[in-house]
């Protein structure tokens, strides 16, 4: 396995783009406020909105820029280029613009100029209509993250573990084949009669076919992943980590985003305003994730990954438990910050006690 390049440079030089970013979407976010409410106090309340969603979506998408740079350490310099160019203007405009519209486009059977209107015009009608859409959004999701989460764990090459008595379990049983799927199914069927008693079956029935598209896209993902990467291998002469990869990447970053995006509605109605927020915080994600390949920090701090993926299981928990009980998206992001944040302190405790490993 390459090891990571370790960078001389300076933490702050990584977050240059970002910063400027920042500058630019806030800027965007006072004058949207004031040409939409002709105020001083619009201007600032839509500041305000903007801020706090970015900073939402950087505590939501900590563990998301973990995975992309452990992904990433292992693929050739062209598509980790690639990656961080052509993945980040998929994440930005593609995540948090072109999917809420086609969430609409398909929700209310209108085109997507209607749609753009309607979130123009219209921002109650489409806050409602992306409202609706939760269910199946965060059953697809949900499931799609707790088989990534679960794949790290049941891995039989495993060898460093955090939360021990569960992950040497999981990696004992990890030779079992099939053993990920069956769980998430059982999961899944659980919940859905658990949204049968309470919601009724038609949303039941929702959530069960959404959940089943969510694992069929991430064994899709995965095999289609698998050939591409092999056809790559053989035209190129054993490139690692090339199409596949960043396919893997795309739709995990897809996932990471879902619950982000539709709790974005709770804030503000305005999807130029959400998409202005949320696009600050993939520009930090972008950052974060560069930063963690090029310092070497996952193989500095060894539990760091680890509390990434248990971060990403309780969020594909938590998206699951969003389909009967409202939670606040502030204690999401905070749940998973605090995870990689103990993973971090239990990381420089271990180093501290074995500084030659």
């Not at 069956?182 to 999961?187: C, E, N, Q, S, T």
């Not at 591409?228 to 960043?246: H, N, P, T, V």
């Given at each position: 396995?390459?090891?990571?390049?370790?960078?001389?440079?300076?933490?702050?030089?990584?977050?240059?783009?970002?910063?400027?970013?920042?500058?630019?979407?806030?800027?965007l976010g006072l004058w949207?406020?004031?040409?939409?409410?002709?105020?001083?106090?619009?201007?600032?309340?839509?500041?305000?909105?903007?801020?706090?969603?970015?900073?939402?979506?950087?505590?939501?998408?900590?563990?998301?820029?973990?995975?992309?740079?452990?992904?990433?350490?292992?693929?050739?310099?062209?598509?980790?280029?690639?990656?961080?160019?052509?993945?980040?203007?998929?994440?930005?405009?593609?995540?948090?613009?072109?999917?809420?519209?086609?969430?609409?486009?398909?929700?209310?059977?209108?085109?997507?100029?209607?749609?753009?209107?309607?979130?123009?015009?219209?921002?109650?009608?489409?806050?409602?209509?992306?409202?609706?859409?939760?269910?199946?959004?965060?059953?697809?999701?949900?499931?799609?993250?707790?088989?990534?989460?679960?794949?790290?764990?049941?891995?039989?090459?495993?060898?460093?573990?955090?939360?021990?008595?569960?992950?040497?379990?999981?990696?004992?049983?990890?030779?079992?084949?099939?053993?990920?799927?069956?769980?998430?199914?059982?999961?899944?069927?659980?919940?859905?009669?658990?949204?049968?008693?309470?919601?009724?079956?038609?949303?039941?029935n929702t959530f069960f076919?959404?959940?089943?598209?969510?694992?069929?896209?991430?064994?899709?993902?995965?095999?289609?992943?698998?050939?591409?990467?092999?056809?790559?291998?053989?035209?190129?002469?054993?490139?690692?980590?090339?199409?596949?990869?960043?396919?893997?990447?795309?739709?995990?970053?897809?996932?990471?985003?879902?619950?982000?995006?539709?709790?974005?509605?709770?804030?503000?109605?305005?999807?130029?305003?959400?998409?202005?927020?949320?696009?600050?915080?993939?520009?930090?994600?972008?950052?974060?994730?560069?930063?963690?390949?090029?310092?070497?920090?996952?193989?500095?701090?060894?539990?760091?990954?680890?509390?990434?993926?248990?971060?990403?299981?309780?969020?594909?928990?938590?998206?699951?438990?969003?389909?009967?009980?409202?939670?606040?998206?502030?204690?999401?992001?905070?749940?998973?910050?605090?995870?990689?944040?103990?993973?971090?302190?239990?990381?420089?405790?271990?180093?501290?006690?074995?500084?030659?490993?």
């Amino acid at each position: 396995m390459p090891s990571p390049v370790t960078s001389h440079r300076s933490t702050l030089s990584y977050f240059t783009a970002a910063f400027i970013f920042t500058a630019v979407g806030l800027a965007l976010g006072l004058w949207l406020g004031f040409s939409t409410e002709h105020t001083t106090a619009g201007a600032l309340k839509v500041f305000f909105i903007v801020s706090v969603l970015a900073v939402l979506e950087i505590s939501l998408s900590f563990d998301n820029a973990i995975v992309n740079a452990n992904k990433l350490k292992d693929m050739t310099p062209e598509w980790q280029h690639r990656f961080l160019t052509w993945g980040i203007v998929i994440a930005v405009f593609g995540m948090r613009i072109v999917f809420p519209l086609l969430i609409v486009v398909i929700a209310a059977n209108v085109g997507p100029w209607t749609a753009l209107v309607m979130a123009a015009s219209q921002p109650e009608r489409y806050a409602e209509i992306m409202h609706d859409a939760h269910l199946p959004i965060a059953a697809f999701g949900g499931t799609f993250l707790m088989m990534v989460a679960l794949s790290f764990f049941f891995d039989g090459e495993k060898e460093v573990h955090w939360v021990r008595w569960i992950e040497e379990k999981a990696k004992a049983y990890s030779s079992v084949k099939g053993i990920e799927i069956a769980f998430v199914l059982i999961v899944m069927i659980i919940f859905s009669k658990i949204i049968e008693s309470r919601l009724g079956v038609d949303q039941s029935n929702t959530f069960f076919h959404a959940a089943i598209w969510g694992l069929l896209a991430f064994l899709m993902v995965e095999v289609l992943g698998g050939i591409l990467d092999r056809s790559q291998e053989m035209l190129e002469g054993a490139a690692k980590g090339g199409i596949g990869a960043f396919l893997y990447l795309e739709v995990l970053d897809a996932s990471f985003s879902f619950d982000g995006v539709i709790g974005a509605f709770a804030l503000s109605q305005n999807l130029f305003v959400i998409a202005i927020g949320l696009g600050i915080g993939a520009m930090y994600v972008r950052s974060m994730t560069i930063m963690l390949v090029e310092k070497g920090t996952l193989a500095e701090y060894r539990f760091l990954e680890h509390g990434a993926f248990w971060a990403i299981l309780i969020l594909s928990v938590i998206m699951y438990l969003q389909t009967i009980i409202h939670i606040p998206e502030v204690i999401t992001g905070l749940g998973g910050a605090c995870l990689i944040g103990i993973a971090l302190w239990s990381s420089i405790r271990w180093n501290r006690r074995h500084p030659e490993g």
